[in-house]
């Protein structure tokens, strides 16, 4: 039979040039810079130790994918911008995704890698959650003074009959209701939850033992809480009142706050009447809801407009300057949203199509663990380059997805990437950021 493979496909002329192509380049990859997680990941040892988080109960004489290559090509694969696991029926056999993975042969099928995503359960979940805290600890060279733990909720669409499967009255969907927590930019938790529950169900104890195992660590570490009024609970501000962890939290409207701070907001009303400029007064107030135990500061921002009144505030028990706590405390929250929207976005965290529960718990924190390396990155090898604020999209497409072709032989692997390649200094500076040892 003919080998169509080598036969010429013509394309029109480059002025006087004839255009041919054939599949004939020999091993060519798009993801040269695969090279680079594989480096990232092999000084953080994060992926190795997500894999001692499983037991291991195959008949290991016939297994040819051990649990941490398994692991490696779904986290390297998602960081590469293949979000499904159909994409490994053909992405099995890159031979720039088997070198970044230390391997030779082709790896593991999707139906492998299905039947692996669904031996996961909720101990697997904890102690991948133990792993990411661990790393974060890690990270610090010296003790920190302070952490910011951000907590924040999100929808999760699902467009079949999942486990844990409810219909969301705010987002006017079926989805699932993930619970994050950052600190800065470093993820910390990423819990998948049904959303049929309040949104703030589980914060309370998951801020109790991140700042538990902190304290152990850092016990001087001063550790604020920030959320919006979805999470302003009572019993954790009673919580964090007892525990001096300081908090800066949203609070939702009502008429008693609206009346306490109606001076407030009858003269920024006045100041627009004059002026017909947007204005916005700050100020504070003593308030405690009836499920409360005393009485709290809450910080008024008054807001006036062409639009109205547009009143906004915030429980906190942080001492200083109202206008202060708010524009430079309160609202740099909103950064935390891009961080989800990185992981959503850009590392498919709402693949979440498993019919079971901990398959799709487990999803998303492959996700999650996707983020940390490219998060890592970023803030180890980018830090004063043009890309040292760049989300996750501009590196995977400026540093990984590079044309290369790859040459093996019994001694050596040799990439030899795109000479037309934009970013040739750029990706020296960060290979030599990561040689670590």
């Known amino acids: 039979m003919t080998d169509c493979n080598h036969i010429s496909l013509t394309f029109p002329r480059c002025k006087r040039r004839k255009v041919e192509a054939t599949f004939s380049g020999g091993e060519v990859t798009s993801d040269g810079g695969s090279l680079l997680l594989r480096q990232m990941d092999h000084h953080l040892g994060l992926l190795r130790d997500v894999a001692d988080c499983f037991?291991?109960?195959?008949?290991?004489?016939?297994?040819?994918?051990d649990v941490e290559s398994l692991i490696r090509q779904r986290v390297?694969?998602?960081?590469?911008?293949?979000?499904?696991?159909?994409?490994?029926?053909?992405?099995r056999n890159d031979p720039g995704i088997q070198t970044a993975l230390g391997r030779d042969v082709p790896l593991a099928s999707p139906s492998t890698l299905c039947r692996f995503e669904n031996r996961s359960n909720r101990a697997v979940a904890w102690k991948i959650h133990e792993v990411l805290l661990n790393q974060f600890i890690a990270s610090f060279d010296d003790p920190p003074a302070e952490l910011i733990l951000d907590f924040d909720a999100t929808?999760?669409?699902?467009?079949?009959?999942?486990?844990?499967?409810?219909?969301?009255?705010?987002?006017?969907?079926y989805c699932f209701l993930p619970l994050y927590v950052f600190c800065g930019e470093q993820l910390l938790a990423s819990y998948l939850r049904p959303s049929n529950i309040d949104g703030a169900k589980h914060a309370g104890a998951l801020l109790r033992l991140l700042v538990l195992r902190l304290r152990a660590v850092w016990p001087d570490v001063r550790i604020i809480f920030r959320a919006d009024s979805g999470f302003c609970r009572h019993k954790v501000l009673d919580w964090c009142d007892w525990k001096n962890v300081d908090y800066i939290i949203g609070l939702a409207k009502?008429?008693?706050?609206?009346?306490?701070?109606?001076?407030?907001?009858?003269?920024a009303e006045v100041n627009y009447q004059t002026c017909h400029i947007k204005q916005r007064l700050f100020g504070e107030i003593e308030y405690g809801a009836k499920s409360w135990k005393k009485q709290r500061r809450v910080i008024v921002k008054a807001e006036h407009s062409s639009k109205g009144a547009n009143p906004r505030y915030v429980v906190t028990n942080i001492p200083g300057d109202p206008q202060e706590l708010y524009d430079h405390l309160y609202c740099q929250r909103g950064e935390m949203e891009n961080r989800i929207?990185?992981?959503q976005l850009y590392l498919f965290a709402d693949r979440t199509s498993c019919h079971n529960w901990w398959p799709n718990q487990f999803r998303l924190l492959l996700s999650s663990l996707g983020y940390v390396l490219m998060e890592s990155i970023r803030r180890l090898a980018l830090r004063d380059t043009e890309l040292a604020r760049a989300c996750c999209h501009t590196i995977r497409l400026k540093l990984l997805k590079i044309g290369?072709?790859?040459?093996?032989?019994?001694?050596?692997?040799?990439?030899?990437?795109?000479?037309?390649?934009?970013?040739?200094?750029?990706?020296?500076?960060v290979w030599q950021q990561l040689q670590f040892e």
Not at 155 to 173: A, I
Not at 254 to 267: D, G, M, S, T
């Open 254 to 267: 009502n008429k008693r706050v609206n009346a306490l701070a109606e001076p407030f907001i009858e003269q």
């Open 155 to 173: 929808d999760d669409p699902v467009h079949g009959s999942q486990e844990g499967r409810f219909f969301h009255g705010y987002y006017d969907k």
């Open 76 to 91: 390297f694969a998602l960081c590469l911008g293949y979000e499904d696991l159909n994409d490994h029926q053909e992405l």
């Open 55 to 65: 037991d291991d109960v195959r008949r290991q004489a016939s297994c040819s994918h």
């Open 341 to 343: 929207k990185e992981q």
């Open 404 to 429: 290369a072709i790859i040459l093996r032989n019994t001694r050596r692997v040799r990439f030899l990437l795109s000479s037309s390649y934009p970013y040739q200094s750029l990706f020296r500076k």
